[in-house]
């Protein structure tokens, strides 16, 4: 079992930056894919940075704005999005995978006002 609690969503105006954190009960040295998605309202799921393997895995859109990072040593897994937009706005959601078990955190809902 593992737990994911996102935190560092929040409201900010257009062009501004916030930084996601997701924090694992696992060591994250031990999960092979860990990562980000998002939901937008009325919108599908959709995978926005993830951590698969020795591969780093962006949306195509948001490679120039969205970083993934990662503390190994405090099983955390970081967002840093830039230059936000209003279409950023939505549910981001921590997403791990444990041998052939997906994990979800609770989500952190991110707005951005135009």
């Known amino acids: 079992q593992v737990q994911l609690v996102e935190s560092g969503g929040g409201l900010v105006q257009a062009g501004g930056s916030l930084r996601l954190s997701c924090v694992s009960s696992r060591s994250i040295f031990a999960i092979n894919v860990i990562g980000w998605y998002r939901q937008a309202p009325g919108k599908q799921l959709e995978m926005v940075a993830i951590?698969?393997?020795?591969?780093?895995n962006y949306a195509e859109a948001l490679r120039d704005r969205f970083t993934i990072s990662k503390d190994i040593s405090k099983s955390t897994v970081f967002l840093q999005m830039n230059r936000l937009k209003p279409e950023d706005t939505a549910v981001y959601y921590c997403h791990a995978k444990v041998q052939w078990t997906d994990f979800w955190g609770q989500g952190t809902q991110v707005t951005v006002s135009s």
């Open positions: 951590f698969s393997g020795d591969s780093t």
